[in-house]
């Protein structure tokens, strides 16, 4: 009996693993964190770069569900000048994210083949803070952003996008993605990150 288990169990495995792939992907992300209070509104933009692990699992031909982790690091500087003095500061932010992505692959040949996806992913912020400095000091602080009660580190996304891949093996994507959620506890105050990110992935 203990042998049919184990004879089951890795045909089992063998099953998803035919029907599995592994993707690492690395690229280029733009933020717009969007402050809104009443009818008034700010959008603070930021770049910076992310990596990601997916596994995806094929379901029906063409047709797959991908999962995985992500982190993605971001700054924004901005410089304030008003007559002989000046002040610098630099925001950076440290995020990770679980993505849970519906795609579809359409095959134009061996070598190439398009596809589109969509789903939710779940953010955790992990870093947010800022660095001042001002031409009347030669010293600068740090201040953690986190540490302001009303900082909401979950954040809801719904992410959207498109891919071009080369004989199974590399990938050129554009993804979108929206927050759900309100990205602070502030009564009257909405606050959402939402942006796009470009990358290349290698398919195992």
């Known amino acids: 009996m203990k042998k049919i288990i184990i004879t089951l169990a890795l045909a089992a495995m063998t099953a998803v693993c035919a029907n599995a792939q592994i993707i690492v992907s690395a690229g280029y992300q733009h933020n717009s964190n969007v402050e809104t209070i009443g009818s008034n509104s700010v959008t603070e933009p930021s770049d910076g770069f992310y990596v990601e692990g997916t596994y995806n699992y094929s379901i029906a031909k063409g047709l797959g569900v991908m999962f995985g982790i ?26 990770l994210y679980v ?10 040949s061996n070598a190439l083949a398009i596809g589109v996806m969509a789903g939710p992913s779940f953010g955790y912020t992990v870093m947010d803070q800022v660095k001042g400095s001002s031409s009347l000091s030669s010293g600068s602080s740090t201040v953690n952003l986190m540490d302001d009660e009303d900082f909401n580190k979950f954040g809801i996304y719904a992410d959207e996008g498109v891919y071009v891949e080369y004989a199974g ?17 502030a009564s009257n105050v909405t606050e959402k990150n939402n942006g796009f990110r470009i990358g290349l992935s290698y398919i195992f």
Do not use: C, H, M, W
Request: net charge neutral; glycine share 8%.
């Open 70 to 95: 992500g982190a993605e690091y971001s700054i924004e500087t901005s410089t304030t000048t008003v007559g002989s003095l000046s002040g610098n500061l630099k925001y950076t932010s440290l995020d």
């Open 99 to 108: 993505p849970v992505i519906l795609n579809y692959k359409y095959d134009f």
């Open 169 to 185: 093996k590399y990938r050129l994507s554009f993804i979108a993605f929206e927050q759900l959620n309100n990205g602070t506890k």
